[in-house]
Protein backbone atom coordinates (compact mmCIF):
# COMPACT_ATOMS: atom_id res chain seq x y z
CA UNK A 1 0.00 0.00 0.00
CA UNK A 2 0.91 3.71 -0.65
CA UNK A 3 1.89 6.08 1.94
CA UNK A 4 -1.26 8.16 3.00
CA UNK A 5 0.48 11.13 3.53
CA UNK A 6 2.59 11.05 0.22
CA UNK A 7 -1.09 10.49 -1.39
CA UNK A 8 -2.46 13.29 0.65
CA UNK A 9 0.68 15.54 -0.51
CA UNK A 10 0.03 14.86 -4.16
CA UNK A 11 -3.31 15.20 -3.97
CA UNK A 12 -2.38 19.07 -2.68
CA UNK A 13 -0.47 19.87 -4.91
CA UNK A 14 -2.66 18.66 -7.67
CA UNK A 15 -5.20 21.14 -6.26
CA UNK A 16 -2.55 24.07 -6.20
CA UNK A 17 -2.28 23.44 -9.84
CA UNK A 18 -6.12 23.10 -10.66
CA UNK A 19 -6.16 27.32 -10.71
CA UNK A 20 -9.95 27.46 -11.53
CA UNK A 21 -13.20 25.42 -10.72
CA UNK A 22 -14.39 25.11 -14.23
CA UNK A 23 -14.70 27.39 -16.69
CA UNK A 24 -18.19 29.60 -15.75
CA UNK A 25 -15.16 30.21 -12.90
CA UNK A 26 -12.26 31.16 -15.23
CA UNK A 27 -15.00 33.28 -17.03
CA UNK A 28 -15.35 35.02 -13.80
CA UNK A 29 -12.13 35.95 -13.45
CA UNK A 30 -11.58 36.71 -16.73
CA UNK A 31 -14.39 39.24 -16.93
CA UNK A 32 -13.21 41.18 -13.60
CA UNK A 33 -9.65 41.33 -15.41
CA UNK A 34 -11.58 42.74 -18.70
CA UNK A 35 -13.53 45.33 -16.73
CA UNK A 36 -10.55 47.04 -15.13
CA UNK A 37 -9.93 47.78 -18.94
CA UNK A 38 -12.57 49.94 -19.00
CA UNK A 39 -13.82 48.56 -22.82
CA UNK A 40 -15.98 50.69 -24.41
CA UNK A 41 -18.94 48.53 -26.19
CA UNK A 42 -16.96 45.49 -26.72
CA UNK A 43 -18.14 42.46 -28.96
CA UNK A 44 -16.95 38.93 -27.28
CA UNK A 45 -16.09 36.12 -29.10
CA UNK A 46 -15.26 33.10 -27.71
CA UNK A 47 -13.84 29.43 -29.50
CA UNK A 48 -16.19 26.77 -29.60
CA UNK A 49 -16.43 25.15 -27.81
CA UNK A 50 -15.26 25.88 -24.27
CA UNK A 51 -14.26 29.02 -25.18
CA UNK A 52 -17.52 30.20 -25.92
CA UNK A 53 -18.62 28.92 -21.99
CA UNK A 54 -15.50 30.98 -20.66
CA UNK A 55 -16.80 34.32 -22.93
CA UNK A 56 -20.24 33.77 -22.05
CA UNK A 57 -19.37 34.40 -18.19
CA UNK A 58 -17.40 37.56 -18.97
CA UNK A 59 -19.60 38.44 -21.51
CA UNK A 60 -22.57 38.55 -18.25
CA UNK A 61 -20.28 40.47 -16.45
CA UNK A 62 -18.82 43.12 -18.83
CA UNK A 63 -22.75 43.74 -20.47
CA UNK A 64 -21.57 42.65 -23.57
CA UNK A 65 -22.97 40.59 -26.73
CA UNK A 66 -21.45 37.32 -27.14
CA UNK A 67 -20.81 35.73 -31.01
CA UNK A 68 -18.16 33.03 -32.18
CA UNK A 69 -15.83 32.29 -34.61
CA UNK A 70 -15.67 28.96 -35.83
CA UNK A 71 -12.13 27.36 -36.12
CA UNK A 72 -10.70 23.97 -36.45
CA UNK A 73 -7.77 22.50 -35.62
CA UNK A 74 -5.16 20.92 -38.36
CA UNK A 75 -3.83 17.71 -37.13
CA UNK A 76 -0.72 15.75 -38.21
CA UNK A 77 -1.39 12.90 -40.85
CA UNK A 78 -1.29 9.86 -38.76
CA UNK A 79 -1.21 12.08 -35.59
CA UNK A 80 -4.70 14.10 -35.47
CA UNK A 81 -3.51 14.98 -31.99
CA UNK A 82 -0.62 17.01 -32.93
CA UNK A 83 -1.49 20.69 -34.20
CA UNK A 84 0.17 21.96 -37.27
CA UNK A 85 -1.94 24.67 -38.08
CA UNK A 86 -5.51 25.88 -37.82
CA UNK A 87 -8.68 27.18 -40.03
CA UNK A 88 -11.63 29.39 -39.67
CA UNK A 89 -14.83 30.72 -41.18
CA UNK A 90 -14.09 32.91 -44.77
CA UNK A 91 -11.36 30.57 -45.75
CA UNK A 92 -8.85 31.73 -43.08
CA UNK A 93 -5.62 29.57 -42.51
CA UNK A 94 -2.95 29.86 -39.97
CA UNK A 95 -0.15 27.10 -40.27
CA UNK A 96 3.19 26.33 -38.61
CA UNK A 97 5.17 25.72 -41.39
CA UNK A 98 8.38 25.20 -39.22
CA UNK A 99 6.67 21.89 -38.09
CA UNK A 100 4.71 21.30 -41.81
CA UNK A 101 8.43 20.60 -42.93
CA UNK A 102 9.59 18.87 -39.83
CA UNK A 103 7.80 16.51 -40.12
CA UNK A 104 7.57 15.92 -43.88
CA UNK A 105 3.76 16.60 -44.43
CA UNK A 106 3.43 17.16 -48.03
CA UNK A 107 0.84 19.12 -50.32
CA UNK A 108 -1.94 16.84 -50.97
CA UNK A 109 -1.69 15.06 -46.99
CA UNK A 110 -2.22 18.88 -46.26
CA UNK A 111 -5.42 19.44 -48.64
CA UNK A 112 -6.88 16.36 -47.46
CA UNK A 113 -6.71 17.19 -43.39
CA UNK A 114 -8.06 20.74 -44.68
CA UNK A 115 -10.62 19.36 -46.53
CA UNK A 116 -12.24 16.99 -43.76
CA UNK A 117 -11.64 20.07 -41.11
CA UNK A 118 -13.28 22.35 -43.38
CA UNK A 119 -16.65 19.75 -43.78
CA UNK A 120 -16.82 19.82 -39.90
CA UNK A 121 -16.51 23.30 -39.47
CA UNK A 122 -19.25 24.21 -42.18
CA UNK A 123 -21.21 22.21 -40.41
CA UNK A 124 -20.87 24.06 -36.57
CA UNK A 125 -21.01 27.34 -38.46
CA UNK A 126 -24.94 26.30 -39.22
CA UNK A 127 -25.26 24.27 -35.81
CA UNK A 128 -24.01 27.49 -33.97
CA UNK A 129 -25.55 30.20 -36.25
CA UNK A 130 -28.12 29.19 -38.55
CA UNK A 131 -29.02 31.29 -40.75
CA UNK A 132 -27.86 34.21 -38.68
CA UNK A 133 -25.08 36.45 -39.96
CA UNK A 134 -22.35 37.15 -37.60
CA UNK A 135 -22.31 39.83 -35.02
CA UNK A 136 -21.00 43.24 -36.65
CA UNK A 137 -16.97 43.92 -35.94
CA UNK A 138 -16.35 46.85 -38.16
CA UNK A 139 -14.95 49.73 -36.31
CA UNK A 140 -15.43 48.11 -32.60
CA UNK A 141 -12.88 46.43 -29.53
CA UNK A 142 -13.35 42.85 -29.83
CA UNK A 143 -12.17 40.26 -27.17
CA UNK A 144 -11.29 36.63 -28.22
CA UNK A 145 -11.83 34.31 -25.43
CA UNK A 146 -10.96 30.64 -25.23
CA UNK A 147 -10.29 28.51 -22.26
CA UNK A 148 -6.37 28.01 -22.93
CA UNK A 149 -3.74 28.19 -25.17
CA UNK A 150 -1.43 25.23 -25.76
CA UNK A 151 -0.05 25.85 -29.40
CA UNK A 152 -2.74 29.24 -29.99
CA UNK A 153 -3.04 28.43 -34.07
CA UNK A 154 -6.95 27.83 -33.41
CA UNK A 155 -6.84 31.43 -31.83
CA UNK A 156 -4.68 33.07 -34.36
CA UNK A 157 -7.00 32.19 -37.35
CA UNK A 158 -9.97 33.79 -34.96
CA UNK A 159 -8.00 36.57 -35.04
CA UNK A 160 -7.71 36.68 -38.57
CA UNK A 161 -11.00 36.39 -39.01
CA UNK A 162 -12.00 39.25 -37.26
CA UNK A 163 -9.16 41.44 -38.71
CA UNK A 164 -10.35 40.76 -42.12
CA UNK A 165 -13.80 41.99 -40.47
CA UNK A 166 -11.86 45.23 -39.77
CA UNK A 167 -12.42 45.17 -36.13
CA UNK A 168 -11.00 48.23 -34.89
CA UNK A 169 -9.12 46.39 -31.69
CA UNK A 170 -8.45 42.85 -31.00
CA UNK A 171 -7.96 41.69 -27.85
CA UNK A 172 -7.08 38.07 -26.76
CA UNK A 173 -8.05 37.28 -23.45
CA UNK A 174 -7.66 33.65 -21.84
CA UNK A 175 -7.86 32.31 -18.36
CA UNK A 176 -4.41 30.64 -18.84
CA UNK A 177 -1.76 29.83 -21.45
CA UNK A 178 1.71 28.82 -22.34
CA UNK A 179 4.18 31.30 -22.09
CA UNK A 180 5.33 31.20 -25.70
CA UNK A 181 2.40 31.25 -27.50
CA UNK A 182 0.87 34.19 -25.07
CA UNK A 183 4.61 35.85 -26.53
CA UNK A 184 3.72 34.89 -30.01
CA UNK A 185 0.08 35.82 -30.35
CA UNK A 186 0.89 39.45 -29.23
CA UNK A 187 1.78 39.77 -32.94
CA UNK A 188 -1.57 38.55 -33.74
CA UNK A 189 -3.59 40.69 -31.68
CA UNK A 190 -3.63 44.43 -30.39
CA UNK A 191 -3.25 43.14 -26.50
CA UNK A 192 -3.04 40.05 -25.27
CA UNK A 193 -4.78 38.69 -21.31
CA UNK A 194 -3.84 35.92 -19.36
CA UNK A 195 -4.65 35.22 -16.13
CA UNK A 196 -1.58 32.54 -15.75
CA UNK A 197 1.19 31.82 -18.21
CA UNK A 198 3.11 29.42 -16.25
CA UNK A 199 6.76 28.37 -16.97
CA UNK A 200 5.85 24.75 -16.39
CA UNK A 201 2.57 24.63 -18.41
CA UNK A 202 1.43 21.34 -19.41
CA UNK A 203 -1.78 21.16 -21.21
CA UNK A 204 -4.66 23.34 -20.65
CA UNK A 205 -7.29 21.03 -19.06
CA UNK A 206 -4.69 20.61 -15.43
CA UNK A 207 -5.74 23.77 -14.70
CA UNK A 208 -9.40 22.98 -14.36
CA UNK A 209 -10.83 21.09 -11.59
CA UNK A 210 -13.69 20.10 -14.04
CA UNK A 211 -12.55 20.80 -17.36
CA UNK A 212 -15.16 18.71 -19.20
CA UNK A 213 -16.01 18.22 -22.54
CA UNK A 214 -18.86 20.91 -23.95
CA UNK A 215 -21.02 19.81 -26.64
CA UNK A 216 -22.86 21.92 -29.26
CA UNK A 217 -25.88 21.98 -27.65
CA UNK A 218 -24.16 24.26 -24.92
CA UNK A 219 -22.50 26.32 -27.23
CA UNK A 220 -26.19 26.85 -29.04
CA UNK A 221 -28.05 27.50 -25.89
CA UNK A 222 -25.30 30.14 -24.35
CA UNK A 223 -25.87 31.79 -28.20
CA UNK A 224 -29.51 32.03 -27.75
CA UNK A 225 -29.10 33.34 -24.36
CA UNK A 226 -27.26 36.57 -25.55
CA UNK A 227 -30.28 36.84 -28.20
CA UNK A 228 -27.50 38.34 -30.43
CA UNK A 229 -29.46 40.90 -31.99
CA UNK A 230 -32.18 38.98 -32.97
CA UNK A 231 -34.57 41.22 -30.82
CA UNK A 232 -35.33 43.19 -34.14
CA UNK A 233 -34.06 46.68 -32.46
CA UNK A 234 -34.27 49.88 -34.47
CA UNK A 235 -31.17 51.85 -34.53
CA UNK A 236 -31.82 55.61 -32.95
CA UNK A 237 -29.22 58.02 -32.46
CA UNK A 238 -30.12 60.76 -29.81
CA UNK A 239 -28.89 64.54 -29.88
CA UNK A 240 -27.10 65.69 -26.83
CA UNK A 241 -24.72 68.59 -26.37
CA UNK A 242 -21.15 66.96 -27.42
CA UNK A 243 -22.56 64.57 -30.31
CA UNK A 244 -24.99 61.96 -30.53
CA UNK A 245 -25.68 58.53 -28.47
CA UNK A 246 -26.42 55.26 -30.17
CA UNK A 247 -29.39 53.62 -28.87
CA UNK A 248 -31.66 50.73 -29.55
CA UNK A 249 -35.13 51.39 -29.75
CA UNK A 250 -38.28 49.09 -29.77
CA UNK A 251 -41.94 49.81 -30.00
CA UNK A 252 -44.78 47.35 -30.40
CA UNK A 253 -48.54 47.94 -32.18
CA UNK A 254 -50.33 50.27 -29.45
CA UNK A 255 -47.77 50.11 -26.56
CA UNK A 256 -49.22 50.87 -23.21
CA UNK A 257 -45.78 52.70 -22.90
CA UNK A 258 -42.18 53.18 -23.12
CA UNK A 259 -39.70 52.10 -21.02
CA UNK A 260 -36.28 53.80 -21.32
CA UNK A 261 -32.94 51.32 -19.74
CA UNK A 262 -29.86 53.30 -18.26
CA UNK A 263 -27.54 50.67 -17.28
CA UNK A 264 -25.02 50.80 -14.98
CA UNK A 265 -20.81 51.52 -14.94
CA UNK A 266 -18.79 49.74 -17.60
CA UNK A 267 -21.78 48.56 -19.61
CA UNK A 268 -24.20 49.45 -22.84
CA UNK A 269 -26.90 49.37 -24.50
CA UNK A 270 -26.15 45.67 -25.31
CA UNK A 271 -26.12 44.32 -21.79
CA UNK A 272 -27.43 40.97 -21.40
CA UNK A 273 -29.54 41.32 -18.58
CA UNK A 274 -31.10 44.94 -19.48
CA UNK A 275 -31.80 43.25 -22.89
CA UNK A 276 -33.49 40.33 -21.02
CA UNK A 277 -35.43 42.27 -18.66
CA UNK A 278 -36.64 44.49 -22.23
CA UNK A 279 -37.67 41.48 -23.94
CA UNK A 280 -40.10 40.37 -21.10
CA UNK A 281 -41.27 44.15 -20.93
CA UNK A 282 -42.28 44.06 -24.21
CA UNK A 283 -43.89 40.92 -24.19
CA UNK A 284 -46.06 42.64 -21.63
CA UNK A 285 -47.10 45.33 -24.36
CA UNK A 286 -44.50 48.06 -23.32
CA UNK A 287 -41.44 49.58 -26.23
CA UNK A 288 -38.39 49.43 -24.99
CA UNK A 289 -35.26 52.35 -25.40
CA UNK A 290 -31.34 51.27 -24.41
CA UNK A 291 -28.95 53.62 -25.22
CA UNK A 292 -25.17 54.62 -24.03
CA UNK A 293 -25.06 57.04 -21.87
CA UNK A 294 -21.76 58.54 -22.71
CA UNK A 295 -20.09 59.48 -26.34
CA UNK A 296 -17.17 57.66 -27.33
CA UNK A 297 -15.13 60.84 -25.94
CA UNK A 298 -17.05 61.24 -22.45
CA UNK A 299 -16.20 57.32 -22.13
CA UNK A 300 -13.02 57.52 -22.25
CA UNK A 301 -13.05 59.37 -18.75
CA UNK A 302 -13.86 56.69 -16.32
CA UNK A 303 -14.98 59.78 -14.00
CA UNK A 304 -17.74 60.28 -16.13
CA UNK A 305 -18.89 56.56 -15.52
CA UNK A 306 -20.16 57.84 -12.38
CA UNK A 307 -20.61 61.08 -12.74
CA UNK A 308 -25.00 60.62 -11.51
CA UNK A 309 -25.89 64.44 -13.21
CA UNK A 310 -24.13 63.92 -16.21
CA UNK A 311 -25.53 60.58 -16.87
CA UNK A 312 -28.89 61.97 -15.55
CA UNK A 313 -29.27 64.93 -18.28
CA UNK A 314 -28.49 62.54 -20.98
CA UNK A 315 -31.46 60.44 -19.17
CA UNK A 316 -33.75 63.71 -19.52
CA UNK A 317 -32.06 64.20 -23.40
CA UNK A 318 -33.41 61.20 -24.07
CA UNK A 319 -36.81 61.56 -22.49
CA UNK A 320 -37.31 64.76 -24.35
CA UNK A 321 -35.81 63.52 -27.84
CA UNK A 322 -38.77 60.97 -27.36
CA UNK A 323 -41.28 63.51 -26.57
CA UNK A 324 -40.38 64.78 -30.12
CA UNK A 325 -39.56 62.02 -32.47
CA UNK A 326 -41.90 60.46 -34.64
CA UNK A 327 -40.10 56.86 -34.14
CA UNK A 328 -41.87 56.98 -31.06
CA UNK A 329 -45.52 56.99 -29.98
CA UNK A 330 -47.59 59.93 -27.34
CA UNK A 331 -47.49 57.44 -24.32
CA UNK A 332 -46.19 57.30 -21.01
CA UNK A 333 -42.42 56.74 -20.07
CA UNK A 334 -40.87 55.21 -17.35
CA UNK A 335 -37.26 54.44 -16.25
CA UNK A 336 -35.31 51.30 -15.80
CA UNK A 337 -32.14 51.90 -13.85
CA UNK A 338 -29.38 49.57 -12.79
CA UNK A 339 -26.02 50.73 -10.57
CA UNK A 340 -25.23 53.69 -11.29
CA UNK A 341 -28.03 53.93 -14.12
CA UNK A 342 -30.76 53.56 -11.73
CA UNK A 343 -29.28 56.72 -9.73
CA UNK A 344 -29.56 58.72 -12.60
CA UNK A 345 -33.16 57.36 -13.27
CA UNK A 346 -34.26 58.67 -9.80
CA UNK A 347 -32.48 62.65 -10.55
CA UNK A 348 -33.86 62.44 -14.23
CA UNK A 349 -37.38 61.90 -12.88
CA UNK A 350 -37.47 64.81 -10.71
CA UNK A 351 -39.51 67.48 -12.10
CA UNK A 352 -40.04 65.96 -15.48
CA UNK A 353 -43.05 63.90 -17.24
CA UNK A 354 -41.64 60.01 -16.43
CA UNK A 355 -44.21 58.25 -14.62
CA UNK A 356 -42.31 55.48 -12.85
CA UNK A 357 -39.04 54.29 -11.88
CA UNK A 358 -37.69 50.64 -11.49
CA UNK A 359 -34.05 49.93 -10.13
CA UNK A 360 -32.43 46.69 -10.27
CA UNK A 361 -29.48 46.20 -8.08
CA UNK A 362 -29.27 50.00 -8.26
CA UNK A 363 -27.49 52.73 -5.81
CA UNK A 364 -30.37 55.18 -4.64
CA UNK A 365 -27.98 56.41 -2.34
CA UNK A 366 -25.95 58.23 -4.91
CA UNK A 367 -28.56 60.30 -5.36
CA UNK A 368 -27.97 62.10 -2.06
CA UNK A 369 -29.54 65.23 -0.55
CA UNK A 370 -32.27 64.89 -3.93
CA UNK A 371 -33.74 61.51 -2.96
CA UNK A 372 -36.94 63.95 -0.94
CA UNK A 373 -37.16 65.71 -4.18
CA UNK A 374 -38.62 62.08 -6.25
CA UNK A 375 -42.09 62.06 -6.10
CA UNK A 376 -42.80 59.15 -9.18
CA UNK A 377 -43.65 55.27 -8.09
CA UNK A 378 -40.28 54.15 -7.66
CA UNK A 379 -39.55 49.89 -7.07
CA UNK A 380 -36.27 49.28 -5.84
CA UNK A 381 -35.62 45.40 -6.57
CA UNK A 382 -32.62 44.38 -4.65
CA UNK A 383 -30.86 40.56 -4.52
CA UNK A 384 -31.34 39.15 -0.10
CA UNK A 385 -27.87 38.24 -0.92
CA UNK A 386 -27.14 41.63 -2.47
CA UNK A 387 -26.80 42.86 1.58
CA UNK A 388 -24.83 46.37 1.84
CA UNK A 389 -26.70 47.65 -1.40
CA UNK A 390 -29.97 46.10 0.11
CA UNK A 391 -29.23 48.06 3.41
CA UNK A 392 -28.63 51.44 1.14
CA UNK A 393 -31.84 50.61 -0.58
CA UNK A 394 -33.48 50.25 2.30
CA UNK A 395 -32.29 53.58 3.51
CA UNK A 396 -33.22 55.35 0.36
CA UNK A 397 -36.89 54.09 0.32
CA UNK A 398 -37.38 55.96 3.63
CA UNK A 399 -36.40 59.63 1.69
CA UNK A 400 -38.64 59.35 -1.20
CA UNK A 401 -41.63 61.25 -1.57
CA UNK A 402 -43.85 59.28 -3.82
CA UNK A 403 -44.75 56.17 -3.41
CA UNK A 404 -41.57 53.54 -2.86
CA UNK A 405 -41.48 50.20 -2.36
CA UNK A 406 -38.06 47.80 -1.83
CA UNK A 407 -38.35 44.36 -3.10
CA UNK A 408 -36.01 41.69 -2.26
CA UNK A 409 -35.47 38.76 -4.90
CA UNK A 410 -34.55 35.86 -2.29
CA UNK A 411 -31.27 33.83 -3.34
CA UNK A 412 -30.19 36.97 -5.64
CA UNK A 413 -27.05 38.29 -5.18
CA UNK A 414 -25.83 41.57 -6.93
CA UNK A 415 -25.95 40.42 -10.44
CA UNK A 416 -29.03 38.73 -10.58
CA UNK A 417 -26.87 35.60 -12.47
CA UNK A 418 -29.17 33.02 -10.00
CA UNK A 419 -31.52 30.62 -11.89
CA UNK A 420 -34.87 32.60 -12.08
CA UNK A 421 -33.49 35.26 -10.26
CA UNK A 422 -33.35 38.24 -13.59
CA UNK A 423 -36.65 36.65 -14.69
CA UNK A 424 -38.66 37.48 -11.36
CA UNK A 425 -36.40 40.98 -11.97
CA UNK A 426 -38.55 41.72 -15.38
CA UNK A 427 -41.80 40.49 -13.82
CA UNK A 428 -41.40 43.10 -10.63
CA UNK A 429 -40.52 45.41 -13.52
CA UNK A 430 -43.74 44.91 -15.07
CA UNK A 431 -46.52 44.79 -12.42
CA UNK A 432 -44.70 48.21 -11.48
CA UNK A 433 -44.91 50.16 -14.38
CA UNK A 434 -48.25 48.51 -15.32
CA UNK A 435 -49.86 49.67 -12.37
CA UNK A 436 -48.63 53.07 -12.47
CA UNK A 437 -47.72 54.14 -15.68
CA UNK A 438 -51.74 54.50 -16.70
CA UNK A 439 -52.37 56.25 -13.61
CA UNK A 440 -49.32 57.59 -11.54
CA UNK A 441 -51.80 57.92 -8.88
CA UNK A 442 -50.44 61.22 -7.54
Given at each position: ?G???????????QAL??????????????????L???????V??G???G?V???????R??G??L?V?V?R??G????????I?????????A???????L?????????????????E???RV?A?????N????E??TVVV????L????????A?????????????L???????D????L????D?????E??F???AV????????Q???NE?????E???????????????V??????G?L?????PR???V???G?G??R?S???????K???????????F??L??????N??N???I?????R???T???????P?V??????L???????????????????G????????????????????A?????V?????????L?K?A????S???????????G??F???G???EV?????E?F????P???R
Amino acid sequence: MGNPALASGAEERQALLMRFRDRIDAGRQLGERLLDLGLRDPVLIGLPRGGVVVAAEAARLLGAPLDVVVVRKLGAPGRPELGIGAIGEDAVRALNQELIDLLGVTENELAAVEARESEELARRVVAYRGDRNPLAVEGRTVVVIDDGLATGYTARAALRVLRNRRAARLILAVPVSARDTANALRQEADEVVVLEAPFGFGAVGQWYADFRQTSDNEVVGLLEDFGRDSRGDQEAWIPVEDGRLPGLLSVPPSPRGMIVFAHGSGSSRHSPRNRAVAKVVEAAGFGTVLFDLLTESEAMNRANVFDIDLLAARLASTVEWMKGSPQVPDVPIGLFGASTGAAAALVASIGSPTGAVVSRGGRPDLVGSRLPEVTAPVLLIVGSRDSAVLDLNKAASEQLSGPGEVSIVPGAGHLFEEPGALEEVAERAVEWFTRWLPNPGR
